[in-house]
Nanobody, 119 residues
Framework: QVQLVESGGGLVQAGGSLRLSCTAS????????MGWYRQALGKQRELVAT???????DYVDSVKGRFAISVDTAKNTVYLQMNNLKPGDTAVYYC?????????????WGRGTQVTVSS
């Protein structure tokens, strides 16, 4: 069974930094892409950043220049470096991965990690 486990969330003051990590484990044959989504209280889940297996990254406009996504393919781990955090970044951050296993290709999700930015 494929599992995604996130870590690195927490409480930080505005202007501070956090680094999120997400590791995929289980019968992963090919990790096609990985990404981060977030959901603030009372709002819909939104895409924050994605990165493909050949390291092509994309970001939502609101985090461009502040967040950086990277991947360590040897460790099946994706990172999200978040700098100059703002109160509006407060949300539960979810890791997602497009993974091919012996049984086919699917999207998988982690349980989420809370990021709280105080003003």
């Amino acid at each position: 069974q494929v599992q995604l486990v996130e870590s690195g969330g927490g409480l930080v003051q505005a202007g501070g930094s956090l680094r999120l990590s997400c590791t995929a484990s289980g019968p992963t044959r090919i990790i096609n892409s990985m990404g981060w989504y977030r959901q603030a209280l009372g709002k819909q889940r939104e895409l924050v950043a994605t990165i493909t297996s050949n390291r092509v990254a994309d970001y939502v406009d609101s985090v461009k220049g502040r967040f950086a996504i990277s991947v360590d393919t040897a460790k099946n781990t994706v990172y999200l470096q978040m700098n100059n955090l703002k109160p509006g970044d407060t949300a539960v951050y979810y890791c997602s991965a497009d993974i091919t296993t012996n049984w086919g290709r699917s999207d998988y999700w982690g349980r989420g990690t809370q990021v709280t930015v105080s003003s």
